[in-house]
């Protein structure tokens, strides 16, 4: 599968206004949320099983596109093992995931953009 290349839809949040729910990290056996998950009847934090390698875990799979079809939308963090938006380009890449996700980075601490990945 193959990803448009930029020109990217890019929205940007206002000033100080919540961001919307996004998955802010992945752990060996969880997700934790940020943002206005309460919005989406969600936890602070989802447990999946343990199971190999967190990219390989298909109970995280079907969690993740889950959460993306719901509308949640995935933090890029270039720190972390496991960026919850390279795990999404990820599941692209492997056509498990046909549509688009969005993640959502920051600008400075109160101010988000959120930006579209699609398929050609």
């Not at 193959?2 to 206002?14: N, S, T």
Request: proline content about 7%.
């Amino acid at each position: 599968m193959k990803r448009k290349c930029p020109l990217y839809k890019i929205k940007l949040g206002v000033k100080g206004q919540q961001p919307p729910a996004y998955v802010r990290a992945i752990s060996e056996h969880r997700i934790h949320m940020g943002g206005a998950f309460e919005q989406l009847d969600l936890d602070s934090v989802i447990a999946f099983t343990p199971k190999g390698r967190v990219e390989k875990n298909s109970k995280l799979i079907d969690l993740m596109l889950k959460l993306n079809a719901r509308g949640v939308v995935f933090s890029y963090d270039p720190k972390s093992m496991v960026s919850p938006s390279w795990f999404m380009a990820r599941l692209q890449d492997q056509g498990k995931l046909l549509g688009p996700y969005k993640e959502i980075s920051w600008r400075a601490p109160n101010l988000w953009l959120l930006t579209t990945y699609e398929l050609v």
